[in-house]
């Protein structure tokens, strides 16, 4: 509305009753709000580009020997000539498990149960961590699948290991591109596009 700003409640205010102070810092922000978003658009659109060079480009050199790769799936690695630069596509893949989980933790229980009759608590405490839940509810991946490199011969804990491989499921993925350039020492540093560390 002509004459009005909106305040952060939603109220319509009159101009001459908004400080010049409030009026010069909504004009800064909305200012940096219109470049951020242009730049966000921009690094969006170099994300897809630089992910349809990569893979065309494994396309490519697949063809060169006769072979068929499909999709976009996995990571990549490519190198300048020089050995400067690697540019590095990553696909990280989101996990999650499913009902059969229950099953797993069932089976392990009455292995613990089993297993500490005479012995300390402190052991069924290192199994329950691994099926804790952190804030969100979400139970942490990588613990549950380090209780399947266990080398255990019971048959109810390979029955569990086997309820935890089943109830794993891919629920979706991100992918990721980097850039990095070589340092004087020989290692690499990402060519970061992250403001907090330019």
């Known amino acids: 509305m002509e004459g009005y700003m909106e305040n952060a409640q939603g109220h319509q205010v009159p101009l001459d009753q908004v400080k010049e102070i409030d009026r010069v810092r909504h004009e800064l922000v909305l200012e940096k709000v219109v470049l951020f ?14 992910m349809g060079d ?18 976009d799936k996995g990571n990549v690695t490519l190198w300048s000539y020089d050995g400067k630069y690697k540019l590095q596509r990553q696909i990280s893949e989101h996990l999650m498990f499913g009902e059969q989980l229950k099953a797993a933790k069932a089976l392990i ?19 329950d961590d691994a099926f804790q839940v952190d804030k969100e ?18 048959e109810r804990w390979k029955m ?4 935890i491989s089943d109830s794993l499921q891919v629920v979706g993925s991100k992918a990721y591109v980097r850039l990095y350039e070589r340092q004087t020492d ?5 060519i970061s596009l992250d403001m907090a560390t330019v």
């Open 137 to 154: 509810g979400r139970i942490n991946t990588g613990r549950i699948l380090g209780l399947r490199r266990l080398k255990i011969e019971d």
């Open 109 to 127: 229980d009455e292995c613990i149960k089993e297993w500490t009759k005479d012995s300390r608590s402190e052991l069924k405490a290192l199994i």
């Open 186 to 190: 020989g290692s690499y540093a990402a």
């Open 160 to 163: 569990a290991m086997e309820a």
């Open 37 to 50: 978003k242009a730049l966000r658009l921009e690094l969006r659109d170099l994300k897809a580009d630089t």
């Open 54 to 71: 990569i893979e065309a480009f494994v396309q490519l050199s697949a063809e060169k020997y006769g072979a068929k790769v499909g999709g």
